[in-house]
């Protein structure tokens, strides 16, 4: 059967469980002549001979279906495969073991699947592509498919809750002019027919307390709302939100309006109001945030007490504060450190300080704390809500403390608002809560994730070396450097003559001194050096005219040197330009838009010059030294643009004076080097992590993680997002690091501190229990089909647990993996294959790992390797790559100067 024959619709009249139902108890061997109608995708299929079974599966459930060989549907369930959506017409029977099943009289092909289904038996086990493919994810795991049975049954319940109390439900605009009712970052927008930029909302506050003022007097909203920030178990960009508005009511009122709300929406759900053990039931604790505080952190605290005495508590207690923050910010600092993942069962913490919430009415009996409630459940915060502020003289004011006034909302209030109460639910961990899951992604059927390879509209699929290798390879011109060798030699010669042979003359030996210099001009093809060797030959020939055996020679090399003129064609080498600010910005565009390899992004290191492409869609970045322009990572720009980058950036070097070195090139990448006439060496190999397979196995890791875990907290930020007393610490625990030794890195490391001016740029910092950090890692971002991160700073404190390093390498790709990151590029370990007891190598790396155990003891090259193999890393082969093998010596010294592992002397040092 094909899919062109079939149905456009098919009449069922039972699902399977109305078969289960109704047939309940039968008899093993029972036939009821009940003629039934069922469809739905067959997920197993078993061929007995003469009989074939299957396991249709629909929205109810499973029931068992059986054709045999007499009849005439048994020719249709021979073309059947897993997957496919079939009718079934037939006799409701049970089998010789009980197994309710409809003897098939027909079949019907409704669509055929024409991709396999994940596993029969182990089902789909990735967690990238349950949430990236979740169609799959719905058909293989039926634990999935209760989630989102929960999810829409909490959401009909909340709706029904409110509906039955009078509320009215409304929609509010998605774009709004300014982005208000919450402290969030915002997405932005443009509507091309006002030609002004929008912001997606991050709250439903503002417009549904305007339409309290419109009259009406109790509203609600379930909605999508987006805030662009940052991801992980308990936050997702876009989310859903239930906002409540009640007239003449106040925050006492919206409590017992949240314990009706989440206890009935459990029992819809579960059929219980205990879910993972805690009970949802009403009446739920209430207990103010300064008793919390006395609770858990010992002190007393209120939002009028002296600030210096705030900030003392906080000092004291390790907790981290910006300078701007009054004394009702640190409380709730000190709250959300000490207390907050304490709760555990359902609580309201009740009466927050009025710095912290510009929208709640100040509480009626202390003008410094406000009529709000946050509602914890499970560690973790539920909802929001409060008395909502009505004076629009009051409101004004904190909007103009915040920075921001949003004026069509005053003006609304300006016309009156009634005293109200005011509430917030996040839909989405509601239904973590209730379902019992630990991520927020579980219970959002489609969760934001980054496009795979050519997802999105327009985007080339990339091109690589391979697809060109059928070209020749480019040679490089010779001649130069045959003709330099041989003036050389005639040089040599000369001064040879007058020292040791029987001819004193000294002019022609002090030419021959000036052509062995030139040689290295000619070499390089150097125009200078072509005419002065033309000169100073011609001069040998003019002095030495008398003298056959110098004459004839030095008039062939005078013609071959003007006859080849069109080879010197290198001009003077020309100082490099300073990189301006135009340059930094084109680079940044491009490592932003085509940054797929993990150095790409250490290209913006603020030390690096660019050269782009005539047609500006590709870059290389570079440093020169010595005379070498010595390049660092891969090239950065769309693949199909990298052999045209190549040649145009060799070609530049040629005319410029300069011998081209790349350092770390993937060794994938090297039959685009070497049809350029380039020669490579192998150089080390890049331990890259796989975040979406990494696990514990390794003892070491798995001991290092327990052991620091139970001194420290782990978390991830944006740099940007990092305080200025973190930034501080941070930097003052790298100089502790270093120990005054100079600061190393080119290739892997953009250097300077934690300035939190990079807004790509993530921390992973673990802190001791008093909140002071005690490591830290900073990771710069590779994009593409396998997005991820690459280490940047590695650096904890000396005196840090033992094991520091290897749990913060473990938490954080173990947090990656959460946000839907691929992998974590770590160090780099030079001539790391070499090491391997199984290796196969040439002669030259035969010649390297003699080296290389030489180097060790120094250098640490084969402990780097050991220290990445814990976590079970894929290796990334690279290269040095150089224009002659002969260049390699001096290079591998410029670049070791340039990574900071020696120091070369410059003029006037």
């Not at 565009?589 to 603020?606: E, M, Q, S, W």
């Amino acid at each position: 059967m094909t899919a062109l024959g079939t149905p456009t619709r098919y009449e069922r009249d039972h699902t399977a469980a109305d078969l289960h139902g109704r047939f309940a108890g039968l008899e093993p061997d029972a036939c009821t002549n009940v003629s039934v109608r069922v469809a739905g995708r067959l997920m197993l299929i078993r061929r007995h001979g003469g009989l074939v079974f299957a396991t249709l599966h629909d929205q109810t459930g499973d029931v068992q279906v059986m054709v045999s060989r007499a009849m005439d549907a048994f020719a249709d369930a021979e073309g059947l495969d897993r997957g496919d959506w079939i009718g079934v017409a037939g006799t409701v029977i049970t089998t010789h073991t009980g197994e309710l099943t409809v003897q098939a009289d027909e079949i019907r092909l409704l669509a055929k699947a024409h991709r396999a289904l994940p596993d029969k038996h182990r089902g789909l086990v990735d967690p990238e592509l349950r949430l990236r493919e979740r169609h799959l994810d719905l058909i293989a795991n039926p634990a999935t498919r209760h989630v989102f049975d929960v999810r829409s049954a909490v959401v009909s319940s909340v709706r029904s809750t409110l509906i039955e109390r009078g509320f009215t439900e409304v929609e509010t605009p998605v774009l709004e002019a300014s982005a208000g009712g919450a402290t969030a970052r915002p997405f932005t927008t443009h509507h091309n027919a006002l030609d002004t930029d929008f912001y997606l909302r991050i709250a439903l506050e503002l417009p549904l307390k305007r339409l309290v003022v419109g009259g009406f007097e109790r509203v609600f909203e379930i909605g999508r709302v987006f805030r662009n920030e940052g991801i992980d178990t308990s936050h997702n960009p876009e989310f859903t939100l239930l906002e409540a508005y009640q007239a003449f009511a106040d925050y006492e009122d919206m409590m017992e309006l949240v314990e009706t709300i989440v206890a009935r929406a459990a029992l819809a759900a579960t059929g219980s109001t205990r879910v993972g053990g805690i009970d949802l039931a009403p009446p739920w604790r209430r207990v103010t945030m300064a008793e919390l505080v006395a609770e858990h952190a010992g002190v007393a605290m209120h939002p009028s007490m002296p600030l210096a005495e705030a900030r003392a508590i906080c000092d004291e207690l390790g907790i981290l504060y910006e300078t701007g923050w009054g004394a009702g910010k640190l409380m709730a600092e000190v709250f959300e450190a000490t207390a907050e993942h304490t709760l555990i069962e359902p609580t309201f913490v009740l009466d927050h300080p009025r710095e912290i919430s510009p929208l709640a009415r100040a509480h009626r009996d202390d003008p410094h704390l406000t009529e709000r409630f946050e509602a914890f459940v499970g560690g973790r915060e539920l909802a929001n809500a409060y008395s909502e502020l009505n004076d629009p003289v009051d409101q004004r004011a904190r909007f103009e403390a915040e920075g921001f006034v949003d004026e069509s909302y005053v003006r609304a209030l300006e016309c009156g608002l009634p005293p109200t109460g005011g509430l917030g639910i996040g839909i989405d961990r509601l239904v973590m809560l209730i379902a019992d899951v630990p991520s927020i992604r579980d219970v959002i059927l489609f969760p934001a994730l980054r496009p795979e390879r050519g997802e999105v509209q327009g985007e080339p699929e990339p091109a690589t070396a391979l697809e060109v290798d059928a070209e020749p390879p480019i040679r490089r011109p010779r001649l130069p450097r045959v003709l330099g060798a041989v003036t050389g030699l005639a040089g040599a010669s000369l001064v040879a003559e007058h020292a040791f042979g029987s001819v004193d003359h000294v002019p022609t030996a002090v030419i021959g001194v000036l052509l062995v210099v030139l040689a290295t001009g000619l070499w390089a093809a150097r125009r200078r050096a072509w005419t002065a060797a033309v000169i100073l030959t011609a001069m040998i020939a003019a002095l030495r005219s008398s003298d056959p055996q110098v004459l004839f020679p030095a008039v062939a090399l005078l013609v071959t040197l003007v006859w080849h003129r069109r080879a010197f064609d290198v001009r003077r080498r020309r100082r490099a330009g300073a990189t301006t600010d135009a340059d930094r910005e084109r680079a940044r565009a491009l490592v932003l838009a085509h940054g797929t390899g993990t150095l790409d992004y250490f290209a913006l290191r603020p030390d690096k010059q660019y050269f782009f492409t005539r047609a500006g869609d590709a870059m290389l970045a570079y440093r020169t030294m010595a005379g070498h322009a010595l390049v660092s990572g891969d090239p950065v720009g769309p693949p199909e643009a990298h052999e045209r980058l190549l040649g145009e950036f060799l070609d530049h070097c040629r005319r410029h004076g300069r011998r081209a070195a790349f350092l770390g090139a993937r060794e994938a990448d090297l039959p685009l080097y070497r049809r350029h006439g380039l020669r490579s060496v192998y150089l080390g190999d890049e331990a890259v992590v796989r975040c979406d397979a990494f696990t514990l196995e390794n003892k070491s890791v798995r001991t290092a993680v327990n052991r620091v875990g139970r001194q420290c907290s782990f978390r991830l930020m944006r740099e940007v997002d990092a305080p200025e007393p973190l930034r501080d610490a941070l930097n003052a625990l790298r100089e502790r690091w270093r120990d005054g030794a100079q600061e190393r890195g080119f290739t892997m490391e953009l250097g300077g501190g934690v300035r939190g001016e990079d807004p790509e740029l993530l921390l992973a910092v673990a802190f001791a229990t008093n909140g002071r950090p005690l490591g830290f890692l900073r990771l710069v971002p590779c994009c593409g089909s396998e997005p991820g991160w690459s280490l940047d700073l590695m650096q904890h404190d000396p005196d840090a647990p033992n094991g520091m390093t290897e749990y913060l390498i473990a938490m954080t790709a173990t947090e990656l993996h959460g946000r839907g990151d691929k992998r974590l590029s770590l160090n780099f370990a030079t001539w790391g294959r070499l090491f391997a007891q199984d290796a196969r190598l040439s002669v030259p790396e035969r010649a390297q790992r003699r080296l290389a155990h030489v180097l060790n003891p120094y250098f640490q090259i084969e402990s780097l390797r050991d220290f990445n193999a814990k976590f079970d890393p894929e290796w990334v082969p690279r290269s040095i790559v150089v224009q002659d093998p002969e260049d390699l010596p001096w290079v591998g010294v410029l670049y070791a100067a340039v990574e900071g592992f020696i120091a070369l002397p410059r003029r006037g040092r």
